[in-house]
């Protein structure tokens, strides 16, 4: 059974940094493309960011130039790297994959989020 699991979250103060990990596991054949998103309460969940297997990029207006999405295809997984955080990231954070399992066809799958709170 795939499953993905997001770490890395918690509680920063504004112009902090904290790094997200999401890891794949289960029996695998191949991941496309793995992706972050954020829901704030009361929002809709958004894209925040991709990466595909070949390591392009794709990044909401909103957090360009502060964050950085990665992966290691290795070990099946993506960070998001977050910096200079403002309050307006406050949200859950999930991870997606564009995956197929062993014997499966192409799906995607989602972690089970992970709570970034910016506050001083």
């Known amino acids: 059974q795939v499953q993905l699991v997001e770490s890395g979250g918690g509680l920063v103060q504004p112009g902090g940094s904290l790094r997200l990990s999401c890891a794949a596991s289960?029996?695998?054949?191949?991941?496309?493309?793995m992706a972050w998103h954020r829901q704030a309460p009361g929002k809709q969940r958004d894209l925040v960011a991709g990466?595909?297997?070949?390591?392009?990029?794709n990044y909401a207006d909103s957090v360009k130039g502060r964050f950085t999405v990665s992966r290691d295809n290795a070990k099946n997984t993506a960070y998001l790297q977050m910096n200079s955080l403002k309050p307006e990231d406050t949200a859950v954070y999930y991870c997606s994959a564009t995956l197929i399992p062993v014997g499966g066809q192409w799906s995607n799958y989602w972690g089970q989020g992970t709570q970034v709170t910016v506050s001083s």
């Open positions: 990466i595909n297997s070949a390591g392009s990029t």
């Open positions: 289960g029996s695998i054949r191949s991941i496309n493309y």
